[in-house]
């Protein structure tokens, strides 16, 4: 089966640096996404990494280690607006090709 | 606006009811993926299809059914509706394998 671990929810300040994990054990690995979920809106895309590495995209970057089923995101300068739910998805391929979710981060961003 | 349109975008509706949802992909897009997202859950897969034809199945309750029509548009039909069917219901479409972009959702409330 796929499992997908990430912390429940994160706190910190503004102007700060937080780094977001993500575990996973799937079959048919074929990338990992992350999005960004304000509450009851639809999830947008932050980041894709199919290769182990950094991929870094302004205040956002994101860091994949296959081998080890972990990644990360990073997010840096917070600011408030940076206050949602953070998904670590994974691209399975095999029986249709379809993104796994895990349950979210739920990240506040504090003055 | 992503280029995915869903609707309605808000539906009340009675225990026992049925209901349709309906999703246009992006202009391109061959490939359409229905979640529900529960309150305090994460994005659970429901069924895709793929230029018609259904490609993959998740946890999709027997009362609920889906198709994708020739010009691509999806609809999603619950049938039997219970209070826990109540959730946000997001189509997303994919052109290849560099993930979704997500409609903006329907939020289902059964009374």
């Known amino acids: 089966g796929q499992n997908i671990d990430q912390p429940t929810e994160m706190t910190a300040t503004e102007g700060a640096i937080v780094q977001i994990n993500c575990t996973y054990q799937?079959?048919?690995?074929?990338?990992l996404f992350w999005y960004q979920q304000h509450a009851g809106e639809a999830p947008t895309f932050l980041s894709y990494?199919?290769?182990?590495g950094l991929e870094e995209k302004g205040r956002f970057s994101s860091f994949l280690s296959r081998s080890k089923g972990y990644s990360y995101l990073l997010l840096k300068e917070l600011q408030m607006k940076d206050s949602a739910s953070y998904l670590c998805?994974?691209?399975?391929?095999?029986?249709?090709?379809?993104?796994?979710f895990g349950t979210g981060t739920q990240l506040k961003v504090e003055l | 606006d992503s280029g995915v349109t869903q609707t309605p975008k808000h539906l009340i509706t009675a225990t026992g009811q049925r209901v349709t949802l309906r999703c246009s992909p992006r202009?391109?897009?061959?490939?359409v993926y229905w979640y529900q997202q529960s309150l305090d859950q994460g994005l659970q897969f429901l069924i895709q299809?793929?230029?018609?034809?259904?490609?993959a199945k998740g946890n999709i309750l027997e009362r609920f059914s889906a198709q994708q029509f020739p010009d691509l548009h999806s609809e999603l039909n619950l049938s039997s509706l219970e209070l826990g069917d109540s959730a946000l219901y997001f189509c997303?479409?994919?052109?290849?394998?560099?993930?979704?972009?997500f409609g903006s959702g329907t939020r289902l409330t059964v009374v």
């Open positions: 998805a994974v691209w399975i391929t095999g029986g249709g090709n379809k993104l796994t």
């Open positions: 799937t079959s048919g690995f074929n990338g």
């Open positions: 990494n199919v290769l182990d």
């Open positions: 202009s391109g897009d061959l490939s």
């Open positions: 299809y793929y230029n018609g034809e259904e490609r």
């Open positions: 997303a479409s994919a052109r290849s394998n560099y993930g979704y972009t």
